[in-house]
């Protein structure tokens, strides 16, 4: 495992993301979720980041519980305020230290600035707790994730100079697609370094299409297609922590392989993958990371991102068959009621009830 400095501390550049865990039944499944924390800890990830709203809420409970037989200062600790999970940041904070078994978190975080939430973070209330929690050593950094565009972000970077760090959606696609470029290079501006979430696109970039892949494996026959997506992050200078939600044990061994080497693209590496990429956007037609944060509030239940996903490959590939099976599924697109709730919440402004329709009426 590699290592960057920040403030005198030694982080480790992959970050273990606990937002995707094991499950089985729709809870954390405790033994497999702790096997992949155990081996992230002999792999050398001293990162673990998590929220108060991961899994329902359960996501800062496992940790707490599995991060116990191991000494506090061996990891760092990364939790979120979410403010529109609660407005009340003094109990919810109280109530993460509880969960996660500890006296202090060691990284902080606002959760999910967009264009509808900044304007609640930015309240003189929650900067002066987070700075008294600080000056207590109960918060020891402070930082905000952010899926805002330009304007938004820049006001919530004036906002306030307590911010050491921001988390962004950072990856080959999204440099271009949701403008990953200009955020990461204002926030540069502002002398921060940028911790990456999604570098592979909740999973999208880890397996692409037979005909990406083979560009790829023709180039390098023994490289997973992740590795590319790191090692192409690896070329960005300012990039701290690397986040990863990885859900099994196969993952984890693959990207601690990438870590260990922190190898860049070569020029020819990197020109592959812009050709892959450019293919690639050409096609794409929703931009879904799975966050199911459009999910909770749906009144008819559909299972939104797996709908999305389930346009993506049906449209990039024409799968008339997958389209058939999927349309006699129950809670599917054809009844959503056009509420408008789910679009309001979606990170990726993915007009959803609109891409429902179009699936619903798709002719193949
Ligand atoms: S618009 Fe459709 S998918 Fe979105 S919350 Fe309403 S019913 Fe659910
Ligand atoms: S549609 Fe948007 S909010 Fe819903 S899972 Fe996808 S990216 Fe997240």
Redesign the pocket.
């Known amino acids: 495992m590699k290592y960057k400095d920040f403030k005198g501390l030694k982080l480790s550049r992959l970050g273990m993301g606990n937002m995707r865990l094991p499950e089985t039944d729709g809870k954390i499944d405790y033994d497999k979720a702790e096997a992949i924390i155990d081996l992230a800890m002999s792999g050398g990830i001293n990162y673990y980041d998590t929220a108060y709203v991961y899994h329902h809420g359960t996501s800062e409970s496992f940790l707490g519980k599995v991060l116990k037989k191991y000494p506090r200062d061996s990891y760092y600790l990364a939790t979120k305020f979410n403010v529109l999970a609660s407005k009340d940041i003094e109990k919810v904070f109280n109530e993460q230290l509880e969960r996660l078994a500890t006296d202090h978190i060691d990284f902080y975080l606002l959760h999910s600035v967009t264009e509808t939430t900044a304007k609640e973070y930015m309240n003189e209330d929650y900067i002066n707790f987070l700075k008294k929690e600080k000056a207590k050593g109960r918060i020891r950094h402070i930082g905000f994730s952010s899926h805002a565009k330009l304007p938004t972000l820049k006001k919530m970077l004036e906002y306030s100079d307590i911010f050491e760090f921001v988390q962004i959606q950072l990856n080959y696609l999204d440099w271009t697609l949701q403008d990953a470029k200009g955020q990461y290079e204002m926030i540069k501006e502002y002398g921060l370094p940028v911790w990456v979430m999604e570098p592979v696109r909740g999973g999208r970039l880890a397996k692409l299409d037979d005909r990406y892949e083979k560009i790829l494996k023709d180039h390098l026959p023994e490289a997973s297609i992740s590795s590319w997506a790191f090692r192409y992050l690896f070329g960005l200078d300012d990039v701290g922590v690397i986040l990863s939600g990885m859900s099994n044990l196969e993952q984890l061994r693959d990207n601690l392989k990438t870590f260990d080497e922190v190898k860049t693209l070569d020029e020819k590496e990197n020109e592959l993958l812009m050709e892959v990429k450019k293919t690639i956007l050409e096609e794409l037609t929703v931009?879904?990371?799975?966050?199911?944060?459009?999910?909770d509030g749906c009144p008819m239940q559909i299972d939104?991102?797996k709908w999305?996903d389930l346009y993506n490959r049906v449209s990039l590939n024409k799968n008339r068959e997958l389209y058939l099976k999927s349309k006699q599924e129950p809670n599917g697109p054809d009844t959503c009621i056009n509420c408008g709730q789910?679009k309001s919440?979606?990170?990726?402004n993915?007009d959803?009830p609109a891409v429902l329709k179009k699936y619903n009426e798709m002719k193949l």
Do not use: F, K
């Open positions: 931009p879904c990371t799975a966050c199911h944060y459009c999910t939104i991102p999305m789910c919440q979606c990170p990726q993915i959803i």
